[in-house]
């Protein structure tokens, strides 16, 4: 037993994802646990980054960014999101999404700061709130569709209550916030002085027609949103670690200087080609993306209502949440260990998104995987029987 470590990362534990992944890998697996998006890079992407290697791009950047791709994202958010961002003063380029919230919430939230967070949870947004010392006030949505009630918002706010997480699309249940429910958040925000961080890392995974809404972009609202998203997903660079969060000027120079703090700055020639990616691809590149994963989505999905193993069908983002109550285990990481026996399939126990026993009912799969994976996955689990 050591003496040392910080008390605050007292019930930390492994991500349930790594966990998952770890033991997938153990049994030459295929690996439905992990979003690495291990689809193709566009070309662009991966031409700029070579080029920038060779231009010399290779040194520290400003710590907010290079600003070619502050100056990307700023047109980027006026088309897209309908956010009018200043490149010099309102964006901060970070390692990855998760670092953009990470350095959000270090640089505006205090120990003993209540937040609200939306179940099912993205497990790495608890963690994080509670490495910095906040509360997360976990408010249940409905299933299948997992709607909100904002009645749950409204009885959850105390004098305490200091910022609300969404999430949209969502990880792990792929749920597309609505504007009304958006709407709705935002007049509370006003209405109680409080922060939003918007968590949009998938905002190009839409499907059955459905359009990305930024909070950030409400009458009222830019003064007090968090936008934080990356191309992690969208460029399939995971492992390249570039994210971004907008803020007001006044929050985004704390969000910067923390950035500084911990990382110095992103990657310098990854983040050029992230740059030059989202000047040359055009609509068509999106819209290629959202139907090869809305076919994703349908092929999945459809086997796994075949065997029995229901899923609530996701509005966006790339994973699925299925229902695991009729194999056996008590547990959900007993069930999602199951599965991975019989079938060789990795997904993730449905606790690390819920809390209390509700997620022992849930695994989630994600379905961002190359054609021939995929297919392999589905075969695989084509032929499970469930008691």
């Excluded at 670690?241 to 700055?265: F, K, Q, T, W």
Aim: aromatic share 10%.
């Amino acid at each position: 037993m050591t003496r040392f470590g910080n008390q605050r990362l007292t019930g930390l534990v492994q991500s349930e994802i790594r966990a998952m992944t770890t033991a997938c890998t153990r049994v030459k697996g295929i690996n439905l646990a992990q979003g690495v998006c291990d689809t193709g890079v566009p070309t662009a992407v991966i031409r700029s980054v070579k080029e920038a290697v060779d231009k010399g791009i290779n040194t520290y950047t400003r710590f907010d960014g290079l600003a070619s791709l502050r100056q990307a994202l700023a047109n980027k958010l006026a088309s897209y999101n309908a956010i009018k961002a200043d490149p010099e003063t309102e964006i901060t380029v970070s390692c990855g999404a998760t670092g953009a919230f990470q350095c959000a919430c270090m640089a505006l939230l205090n120990p003993g700061d209540e937040v609200i967070v939306f179940e099912p949870f993205y497990g790495y947004h608890i963690s994080t709130l509670e490495a910095v010392q906040a509360v997360p006030r976990v408010i249940s949505l409905n299933d299948p569709r997992w709607d909100l009630r904002m009645d749950d918002v409204v009885e959850a706010l105390n004098d305490r209550t200091r910022a609300i997480v969404i999430n949209t699309p969502a990880n792990p249940s792929g749920k597309v916030f609505t504007k009304q429910e958006l709407e709705d958040i935002g007049a509370l925000a006003q209405q109680h002085d409080l922060l939003v961080f918007t968590d949009e890392i998938y905002e190009y995974f839409l499907y059955d027609q459905r359009e990305h809404i930024s909070l950030g972009s409400f009458p009222g609202m830019a003064d007090r949103t968090i936008t934080i998203s990356g191309y992690s997903k969208t460029f399939s660079i995971t492992g390249w670690r570039i994210g971004h969060a907008v803020a007001p000027a006044s929050y985004a120079e704390l969000i910067g200087a923390m950035n500084d703090l911990l990382y110095v700055c992103a990657p310098a020639p990854l983040q050029y080609g992230v740059a030059v990616g989202i000047q040359e691809l055009g609509s068509s590149f999106y819209q290629k993306l959202r139907q090869t994963f809305q076919d994703k989505r349908d092929r999945f999905c459809e086997i796994l209502e075949r065997v029995g193993l229901n899923p609530t069908i996701p509005q966006g983002a790339y994973y699925v949440l299925a229902d695991v109550s009729r194999i056996p285990g008590e547990t959900g990481k007993a069930r999602a260990m199951w599965i991975l026996e019989k079938t060789g399939v990795a997904g993730v126990p449905g606790e690390a998104f819920f809390q209390g026993d509700r997620g022992s009912q849930y695994i989630r799969f994600s379905y961002a995987k190359t054609e021939k994976d995929l297919a392999e996955a589905c075969s695989r689990l084509a032929g499970l029987r469930v008691p």
